[in-house]
């Protein structure tokens, strides 16, 4: 299933630390079974946005609990178009 992941309070985030960030994700990702396909930053509202595939919504939250970023919020997003 795919899930929508945000985290609030980045602002002034970079791309180089977005990138830090998600490459520390796919790191630790397949031992809990989730692959973050891509993840998107505002840094002026400090939001940034995670998208994975992911066995549960529990499993998402443990990758980037143990990278030292959890999440805020956990979406699933059952379809797309």
Known sequence: MKFM????GMVGITPE?????HTADLAVEGEEGVHFEQAWADPESGTVYCLSEAPSREAVRRVHERTGHPAAEI????FSV
Do not use: M, T
């Open 75 to 78: 979406h699933s997003v059952p």
């Open 5 to 8: 992941d945000v985290h609030h």
């Open 17 to 21: 630390q977005l990138r830090a960030a």
